[in-house]
């Protein structure tokens, strides 16, 4: 780990003490709950940041108040952050859903949860993967809003590059600010796991850790895409910027890190592997300090829905092999009942020259699994 995130925390240890008194008092509302209230305010108010400042936790009200223009993009991060959580496990056990499932709640007043604001609590590899996407989200939507010129407090990265470029390539001098956007998703994010490391250092330094790598992973896929220039686009010159990933690539890298995430233990105020004592936790590992659920079955408080509901594959793999989708694995030998139903299809296709296709609709009969 770099020892800037250290400074970071000795910084922020001392932070904690003189800060108690205001901390004390936060509402500890969830983000995801945030987000699913956001969704249901009508669309003349969801893109009002002084309406959605409201919604925050108390110690986010600041920044979101000094940067009310880059609100609507935070949370346009997170909620890509959530569907492509989604479609990175939409296979497993463990679905990513709930973020707009809220809990009831005994405490006092104003307290809300989701049922992934219960997950992303915890230490376990799924609230890893989680702080690391909605880290990467955040740091990405609003890197591409500040580069389309839409607010006043960032703009191009006017850094030129040492990377060599061939022929008539140049440096454009703007490219995408990764750096703005990265620093901007710590500060908003990382604040209620700075706030955690007194009561659970070990879980506080987890999740800061976990989010840090997901941040660090559109850094360094930062690409490099050109443009043309010239007379009616003959291309005389190009200009290049360096250029943000796909989401996509950032949700794929991520998923094979959640695959290898590392078993953790705090040891001199270090992460240290609890499996192979020798190792280093790297900033590229994802890290765990809890073993998960098992989310066959619900348990809200660790934010499992179970898989009770959940579509699946009857077919089988050719070579008769377990695949993740299928009804035999996600509904964790509980059996699944069959619905057929008849759906509407493309059918006697024809193509005409040139360049048309013309199809008629047929119905065919679908079979649907849903797991007990
Ligand atoms: C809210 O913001 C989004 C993204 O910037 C935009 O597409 C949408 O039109 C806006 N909606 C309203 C009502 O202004
Ligand atoms: C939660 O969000 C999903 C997808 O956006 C939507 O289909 C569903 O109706 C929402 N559920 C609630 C309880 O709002
Ligand atoms: C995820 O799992 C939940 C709970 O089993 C289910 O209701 C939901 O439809 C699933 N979502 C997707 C996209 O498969
Ligand atoms: C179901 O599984 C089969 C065999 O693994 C696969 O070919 C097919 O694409 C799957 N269908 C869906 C809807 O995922
Ligand atoms: C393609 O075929 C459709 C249906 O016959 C027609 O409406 C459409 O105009 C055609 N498009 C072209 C490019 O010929």
Not at 294 to 311: E, K
Not at 335 to 360: D, S
Request: charge should be positive.
């Amino acid at each position: 780990m770099s020892s800037k995130f250290w400074i970071d925390f000795i910084f922020i240890a001392i932070m904690m003490k003189t800060f108690e008194v205001i901390y004390s008092v936060e509402s500890g509302k969830g983000i995801f709950y945030t987000i699913a209230n956001i969704d249901s305010l009508d669309e003349m108010n969801r893109n009002n940041s002084n309406i959605i400042c409201q919604k925050l936790i108390r110690h986010q009200q600041p920044l979101c108040k000094s940067h009310t223009e880059l609100i609507p993009s935070v949370v346009r991060g997170l909620r890509l952050a959530v569907q492509e959580c989604q479609h990175q496990f939409s296979n497993n056990h463990w679905n990513c859903s709930g973020y707009n499932i809220t809990l009831p709640s005994n405490k006092k007043k104003g307290r809300g949860k989701t049922i992934l604001d219960n997950l992303i609590m915890k230490g376990t590899a799924e609230s890893g993967y989680l702080n690391a996407i909605i880290s990467a989200g955040v740091a990405y939507q609003v890197t591409l809003a500040c580069s389309r010129g839409q607010h006043r407090y960032c703009g191009c990265d006017k850094t030129v590059y040492d990377m060599p470029l061939e022929g008539n390539y140049k440096w454009s001098g703007c490219s995408e600010n990764i750096h703005f956007g990265a620093a901007f998703s710590k500060r908003f994010l990382d604040t209620p796991h700075k706030k955690r490391l007194r009561k659970n250092p070990t879980l506080g330094l987890v999740s800061l850790h976990n989010s840090h790598s997901g941040r660090k992973v559109v850094v360094d896929n930062m690409g490099v895409k050109c443009k043309c220039h010239g007379v009616s686009g003959s291309c005389e010159v190009k200009t290049c910027y360096r250029a943000l990933p796909s989401l996509r690539i950032i949700g794929d890298i991520l998923k094979k890190r959640f695959t290898a995430s590392i078993f953790v233990e705090l040891k001199d105020l270090k992460l240290i592997s609890k499996e192979n004592v020798k190792k280093n936790v790297l900033e590229d590992e994802l890290t765990y300090v809890e073993r998960s659920p098992n989310f066959c079955v619900r348990n809200p408080r660790y934010g499992s829905l179970g898989t009770s509901g959940r579509l699946c594959n009857i077919t089988k793999n050719e070579d008769g092999k377990y695949s993740e989708g299928s009804c035999d694995n996600l509904c964790c030998g509980r059996g699944y009942r069959k619905t057929e139903y008849m759906k509407e299809e493309n059918c006697h296709c024809q193509f005409i020259w040139c360049c048309n296709v013309t199809c008629e609709t047929c119905m065919v009969k679908a079979v649907e699994a849903i797991c007990n």
